[in-house]
């Protein structure tokens, strides 16, 4: 594993044999060099779709000097997360999400990662996350309190808001008050520019220019470690004990020698990869259910049947299967998380390719799950492909909403109960209608958002 100084990418470059590789088919063209003489950047869902639907289940390109793989086949994708997941990293292609997320747990590798995920394991574990269900509920209980028969909301704006809320209140044992509007608002403008964040060369020296749109990102990142900053703060001087990430995270900086801003990256991480993703699969929920009328009555008649009026509980949940599978559904067409990236430390092994050291590997959930070969009519909103029947039938590895590998979604089995719960709590009371002016994009950003919001009518059932 290279040191966390090291370039990975140099590192791994000169590794190369320059033996026998053999690369798979590809585009023959340097994306780098289409893309200036264009003049405009690649939409990277379009940049998939069209990858897979020329090439199939692998292809290879060239991006300036850089070898680039996209997997559009489980037996591909499982072979480089799962079964030489060692050969892989995320550095590099995690660079700019570093500026976001710092040396957090998502962007870290080898042996720094594996001791953040060793002191955050227990917060994960489900007799701890068990005790959060009634938290859970008590808050999407009073958002359905404030909501009138025919109002308007924006459903990602509600989503986000109570999402943050419970992960505050939660993982980190800390009631997040009026911080989070700040968090919120902090998030939305690092997301209006995060496109060009991600995109632009030179950005860490870009982001130095004061008066240009790219400093709102560093504004907004300050105001969001400034808050995390004030919440940890809180959180020490309590001297609180518990089960929490956050007690975890501060026990650990005294034996691990951690510094304040290793564990402030840490906080940030998980919050951000805690709300952000639940909160975008509940507003996608919503949406497809305004537009299946069937499937959503099945899950009212779902909820309806199970809690006959009360609120649910953590008990409930093996009972709201269909609203699981509701879930299961949309996380399919819309996945929060819809690419994966990792970068070749030596030369490797791809059924009958042979690719180099330094190479990018890339991979799309959301090109994976509308896939007709592993999900037949593979637009159509069906809650039934998630039986437990459907899925043991299932091509392995063909629906990874959460990867797989070593370096799954910590946070997985969480995110099913706060999602299943929300989407109870709130459908016994009432139903949601997307206003049909709007027009539904999905942007690929940091995760998969719906572009200016979800609007939609509140409507009592
Ligand atoms: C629907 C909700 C969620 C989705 C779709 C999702 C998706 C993912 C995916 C795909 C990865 C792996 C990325 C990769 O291998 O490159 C991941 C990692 C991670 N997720 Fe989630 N996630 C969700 C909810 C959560 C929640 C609720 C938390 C925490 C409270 C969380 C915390 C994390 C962390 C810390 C990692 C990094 C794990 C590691 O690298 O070891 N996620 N998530």
Redesign the pocket.
Known sequence: MPSETENPVKAAQERTSGGDLRLPPGPGVNLLMSVLRQKKWVDPIAHFANLAANFGDIAHYKLGSRHIVFLNHPKYLREV?IVQHANFV?ERTQQRAKLLLGK???TSDGIV?RQ??QV?APA?HRQTIAAHADEIVRRAAALREQWNDGEKHDVHLEMMTLGLGI?GAT?FSTDLGEEVDTLNRAMADIMDVYNAVVLLPGIRLLLQIPFTPLRKFVHARKKLHDAVGRFIAEHRRANATGTDLLTMLLEAQKTQGWSDEHVRDQVV??IL???E??A??LTWTWYLLSQNAGAEAAMHEEIDRVLGGRLPSYDDLPQLRYTEMVMAEA?RLY???WA???LALNEFQLGEYRLPAGTTVLAS?YILHRDARFFPDPLRFDPERHTPEAKAARTKGAY?????????????A??WM??VLVLATLAQRWRLRHDERHAVVAEPLFTLRPKDGMPMMVVAR
């Open positions: 997360f995320k957090g747990m998502i990662h953040q995920r955050s994960f992960i993982v991480t998980v990869a805690g709300y993703t639940t975008i699969a996380l996945p929060p998380a994966m990236g990792r959930q990874c909403p959460f990867g797989m590998g070593p370096r799954q979604c910590i946070g997985e969480f995110a706060e999602c």
